[in-house]
Structures are given as C-alpha cells and as structure tokens.
Nanobody, 125 residues
Framework: QVQLVESGGDLVQPGGSLRLSCAAS????????IGWFRQAPGKEREGVSC????????YYADSVKGRFTISRDNAKNTVYLQMNSLKPEDTAVYFC??????????????????WGQGTQVTVSS
C-alpha cells in the first residue's frame, strides 16, 4: 500500500518561496504520474501541476505557470513543487496524489488513486 506524505507548507509573505515535498513509501514514484493539487476554503480542489511517469511531460495551471516547478528526485523517491513569487491567492492546503493507471499525468483529481494528507500554505503579510 502506498503512503504519500507532504511537507514544506508554511506561512510566507507575498513574493516569497516555498518548496513542497511529496515523499512515498510502498511505491516507486518514478513509475507513476504524480499530481499536485490545492484546495482553498469554500473552493473545489484544483490541479496545480503534475508530472508524467519517468520524468515525462509536465502540466501547470495557468495561474502558476512561470512561478511553480515540479520535479522528481528518484533517489529519494520524492516529488517536489518549487513555488516562487507566491501570491495571497496561492493560499490553500496542497495535496500530492498518485495515479496507478495512467502514465501521462492529468489535472483532474478524480483520476488519482492515492492522496497525501495535505500541507498548509499561507501567503500573507
């Protein structure tokens, strides 16, 4: 059984940076598509970024394009989300998720099978 654990969330000022980590046990992440999602209070969960298996294609939501970067460290079985130039509207709980079925990653939460518990990102002055 796979376990995903996110970390790295924090309170940061606008314009600041954070790096979120998604560490896995039970599965080798490089074999699977991994997605990062976020959910703000009162809003639906939205796809932020994802990376296909084997370090293939990536996806970024328009709202984060140019500011966020997704990457893998296969030696650590971890996927990262580097977030720069953070804005107050980036405030949310961030989740990582693993898709067992597809090699090409998706921005749709329903297509993912395993989820982490989430990490809070708050951007505020």
């Amino acid at each position: 059984q796979v376990q995903l654990v996110e970390s790295g969330g924090d309170l940061v000022q606008p314009g600041g940076s954070l790096r979120l980590s998604c560490a896995a046990s039970g599965y080798t992440l490089d074999f699977y598509a991994i997605g990062w999602f976020r959910q703000a209070p009162g809003k639906e969960r939205e796809g932020v970024s994802c990376i296909s298996n084997g370090g293939g294609g990536t996806y970024y939501a328009d709202s984060v394009k140019g500011r966020f970067t997704i990457s893998r460290d296969n030696a650590k079985n971890t996927v990262y989300l580097q977030m720069n130039s953070l804005k107050p509207e980036d405030t949310a709980v961030y989740f990582c998720a693993l898709d067992l079925m597809r090699t090409k990653c998706s921005r749709y939460p329903d297509e993912y099978d395993y989820w982490g518990q989430g990490t809070q990102v708050t951007v505020s002055s």
